[in-house]
């Protein structure tokens, strides 16, 4: 009779082995990168209730993070400049690979997986000609570089695949940076963010670009509904106090849609959207503003204000099954249900700038 240790030597050899899974992390809710009371920085994962189910220790801060769609890892992206991205076994803490931009290239702190999790795209910075790029990596072959193309536009921040069109949704923040002069802006006047919607070899599908009057409304962050709507948060970079919205909607061959263009409260965000989600079912979506601390909801159809919360520093956004879940700096994970805020947890971290949601 075959031994256990035969059975499984066999199905290791066939590649009919069982693969690790997030299901034997207990299912984590929801991931985020944090800074501990001691100064140094760490990536966690928490269960739907918050509490922490395990964390892994960061070289230095983080920003957002893409978790792969079937096995238990994740890329956790530093903060931009970046000069790294962690690949992280959730099971066991320990570091897979380390990812490292090309010369001439920093990472902006954000990626995203294929369908099949057999590649992964980043947003980077080719600094000396300023123009923005998606790099391409296998994750079959311990995340090796295997190509790029460019982004559309200037600042690519965030990056999400489109569930409707194919390919990718690039949010082209518009702002020239150069690691040389830190986090400096250098192009303010004449900045043109947009989105712009990618095939997977660097084809231009569609894009979109904002009305001159908002050239300096920075497109930063994303949310993608199941029929294709993207959801996008701005950050205004023009004179303080402007009265310009922060929260819009584009579908592919469309004009944007402004939320709370008229809305006297909008001017809470001071001009600055942190993380933008819609919630389960589409009708809403949030926005928050460590800023203003504050987070905003907003009706998909109406495009009106419905719900303002205040919350010091928060900029961490999610969702549950009734509503989102929001972290804040003072290590705050909270539920905004029907109106009403909770607090879920409170530990002795510090949130850092996203709360990821496994689905």
């Given at each position: 009779?075959?031994s256990r ?13 069982p693969?690790?899974s997030?299901?034997?992390l ?13 100064g140094?920085?760490?990536?966690v994962g928490?269960?739907?209730?918050g509490?922490i ?5 960061l070289p230095d801060?983080?920003?957002a993070?893409?978790a792969?769609?079937k096995r238990?890892?994740v890329v ?11 690949v992280i076994?959730?099971r066991?803490?320990?570091?897979l ?5 090309t ?6 702190g954000h990626?995203?997986?294929s369908h ?5 795209f980043?947003?980077?910075?080719e600094y000396?000609t300023?123009?923005?790029i ?7 072959d ?8 460019a982004s559309g536009g200037?600042?690519?921040?965030d990056?999400?695949?489109h ?5 990718l949704v690039?949010a082209n923040g518009g702002?020239?940076?150069h690691?040389?002069?830190g986090?400096?802006k250098l192009?303010l006047d004449s900045?043109?963010p947009?989105?712009?919607?990618l095939?997977?070899?660097g084809?231009?599908i569609?894009?979109?670009q904002l009305?001159?009057d908002l050239?300096?409304n920075?497109?930063?962050h ?9 959801g ?9 106090g402007?009265d310009v919205p922060?929260?819009?909607l584009h579908r592919?061959?469309?004009?944007p849609?402004?939320?709370a263009?008229d809305?006297?409260?909008v ?5 600055y959207?942190g993380?933008i989600?819609?919630s389960?079912?589409g009708s ?7 800023r203003?601390?504050?987070v905003?909801?907003m009706?998909?159809a109406s495009g ?12 961490g ?8 879940v ?10 905004l249900?029907k ?11 510090r ?5 990821i949601?496994?689905r």
């Amino acid at each position: 009779m075959t031994s256990r240790r035969g059975f499984l030597a066999g199905l290791l050899a066939t590649g009919l082995a069982p693969q690790a899974s997030w299901a034997d992390l207990g299912c984590p809710a929801y991931l985020s990168a944090a800074k501990q009371p001691d100064g140094t920085y760490t990536f966690v994962g928490l269960s739907a209730q918050g509490t922490i189910l395990f964390r892994c220790p960061l070289p230095d801060r983080g920003h957002a993070a893409s978790a792969h769609p079937k096995r238990p890892e994740v890329v956790a992206f530093a903060r931009r400049p970046g000069r790294f991205a962690d690949v992280i076994d959730c099971r066991t803490g320990n570091q897979l690979a380390r990812i490292t931009p090309t010369k001439g290239h920093h990472f902006y702190g954000h990626g995203c997986f294929s369908h099949d999790g057999s590649q992964l795209f980043t947003t980077e910075n080719e600094y000396e000609t300023a123009r923005g790029i998606i790099g391409v990596w296998d994750t079959t072959d311990n995340y090796r570089r295997i190509g790029s193309f460019a982004s559309g536009g200037i600042g690519p921040h965030d990056v999400l695949l489109h569930q409707k069109v194919g390919g990718l949704v690039v949010a082209n923040g518009g702002i020239q940076t150069h690691p040389d002069r830190g986090r400096e802006k250098l192009n303010l006047d004449s900045m043109q963010p947009n989105l712009t919607y990618l095939d997977f070899d660097g084809t231009v599908i569609d894009q979109m670009q904002l009305s001159d009057d908002l050239h300096q409304n920075s497109i930063r962050h994303l949310s993608m509904h199941d029929n294709g709507t993207v959801g996008f948060a701005m950050q205004w970079q023009g004179e303080p106090g402007a009265d310009v919205p922060i929260v819009g909607l584009h579908r592919p061959g469309t004009s944007p849609r402004l939320l709370a263009e008229d809305d006297p409260r909008v001017r809470n965000l001071n001009g600055y959207g942190g993380s933008i989600q819609f919630s389960a079912d589409g009708s809403t979506i949030a926005v928050t503003s460590p800023r203003g601390g504050v987070v905003q909801v907003m009706d998909t159809a109406s495009g009106l204000l419905q719900q303002e919360h205040h919350l010091a520093d928060v900029c961490g956004l999610s969702t549950n099954e009734t509503g989102f879940v929001a972290s804040t700096g003072a290590g705050q994970l909270v539920a905004l249900n029907k109106g009403k805020m909770t607090v879920m947890s409170k530990t002795d971290l510090r949130w850092d700038n996203h709360l990821i949601r496994l689905r």
